[in-house]
């Protein structure tokens, strides 16, 4: 490419944000106004855009499915990208083992860092690049914003004024729809992220049991000092696995949904955003943006 020629570039995550953007900035006019957003200025359909996905190597099947369905329904590839490991590794086990063991965390996030924003970056170089991200017009978070001095960074639902609501009538009425996991989870990402909730590490064993037990393998238990290395702070996952516990959790959940049905109620929302607003007040814990929009 010559030195000024400018990369466009929406890097996807599996979840529905990024995926609504791709199929919103193909034909952005004609979604301004089927979604009624007359306020909005017109935009240019992005024709010569990359699309891009930060493979960890321990991604949900759900996932790459997803992917896959809307590489053929945006008629382009989506390029797989991932960060150094050796043969035989994933990317993510191959860090574990440079980290000493260490799980990542939300105070250590070398996961964010090593295998999503590094190979990203690299991808980029030092080309001039206009990053699209879906952080919509109802949310007050920023999303991954690069320091390179290369890449300019835009935020087309949050310009057009495009709410989560907006979001799932595209993925509906585009034909796409949501990658299944959204039925017990409300992120993508790793199978084991250490920002899932109680209930989402719940769906995880129902849904996984493979994947739940490989991520009990993950947990140490150090024996001499009592310190333990577990994905959540407050219990192991052999803990959160007793029928008692997933009970609780069930349960609580349960009580959660009736509340937030009372708070809501003089809303008209489809059943699975009303789902979604489950899951996200559950806690207050937020996963890293760049992984989940």
């Not at 900035?25 to 009624?36: C, I, V």
């Not at 035989?88 to 083992?97: A, I, R, S």
């Not at 709410?163 to 993925?171: A, F, G, N, P, S």
């Amino acid at each position: 490419m010559s030195d000024d020629e400018t990369r466009t570039i929406i890097a996807l995550s599996g979840g529905k944000d990024s995926s609504a953007l791709a199929i919103y900035m193909r034909e952005p006019n004609r979604w301004q106004k089927h979604l009624g957003k007359t306020d909005a200025d017109p935009r240019e359909p992005l024709e010569d855009v990359e699309f891009v996905f930060c493979d960890t190597g321990t991604e949900l099947e759900e996932t790459y499915e997803y992917l896959d369905q809307l590489e053929r329904y945006l008629g382009k590839p989506i390029e797989r990208l991932q960060a150094d490991s050796p043969p035989g590794k994933t990317p993510f086990d191959h860090y574990l083992e440079l980290y000493g063991g260490f799980l990542p965390s939300a105070n250590m996030r070398w996961c964010t860092r090593n295998l999503k924003i590094k190979p990203f970056e690299h991808h980029i170089g030092d080309d001039p690049v206009i990053n699209y991200v879906g952080i919509r017009a109802d949310e007050d978070r920023e999303g991954y914003i690069s320091t390179k001095d290369n890449i300019t960074t835009v935020f087309p639902f949050r310009e057009d004024g495009l709410v989560k609501e907006d979001i799932y009538r595209i993925l509906d009425d585009s034909g796409m729809g949501r990658p299944d996991y959204y039925d017990w989870r409300s992120r993508s990402g790793c199978y084991f992220c250490f920002f899932q909730r109680k209930s989402e590490w719940v769906g995880l064993k129902e849904n996984h049991p493979e994947l739940y037990e490989k991520a009990k393998e993950y947990e140490k238990f150090d024996e001499d000092t009592g310190e333990r290395f577990t994905w959540d702070d407050t219990e192991s996952l052999e803990e959160l696995e007793s029928p008692e516990r997933i009970e609780e959790i069930k349960e609580n959940a349960q009580d959660r949904r009736e509340r937030l049905k009372q708070e809501m109620s003089d809303r008209s929302l489809m059943d699975v955003f009303f789902e979604d607003e489950v899951r996200e007040a559950e806690d207050d814990s937020r996963g890293c943006n760049i992984c989940h929009l």
